[in-house]
Nanobody, 129 residues
């Protein structure tokens, strides 16, 4: 199984980025997919998730709700994260991962790496003026 993120970079506060994650070696459409980030010197933070079959449900951390949008294209085995109105505190490495911890439906949750079965290598997002 391989998850490959792309789309990170340096952007000014208030700017936008679109992250992509392409999956291979798995039945992509069957998996809930998530985005997780890690700021410098901090732990893992759940960002957003989208349900697998049917892609009917999306969930967001309170810190990104209204600014980020998750979507997926199962024909392309790809999940996206559109990030608008970026803030300096959004800086970090962004990972895509399979699965979705149910507690995150509240909008805030503590996560562990083991909560997600497969991980990508991550893409760096830096928000700075």
């Amino acid at each position: 199984v391989r998850l490959a993120e792309s789309g990170g970079g340096l952007v000014q506060p208030g700017g936008s980025l679109r992250l992509s994650c392409v999956g291979s070696g798995l039945i992509f459409s069957a998996y809930h997919m998530s985005w997780v980030r890690q700021a410098p010197g901090k732990g893992l933070e759940w960002v957003s998730s989208i349900s697998g079959p049917g892609s009917q449900f999306t969930y967001y951390a309170d810190s990104v709700k209204g600014r980020f949008t998750i979507s997926r294209d199962n024909t392309e085995n790809t999940v996206y994260l559109q990030m608008n109105s970026l803030k300096t505190e959004d800086t970090g490495v962004y990972y895509c991962a399979t699965n979705f911890p149910p507690d995150c439906r509240r909008g805030y949750c503590t996560i562990r790496k083991a909560d997600f079965r497969y991980w990508g290598q991550g893409t760096q997002v830096t928000v700075s003026s």
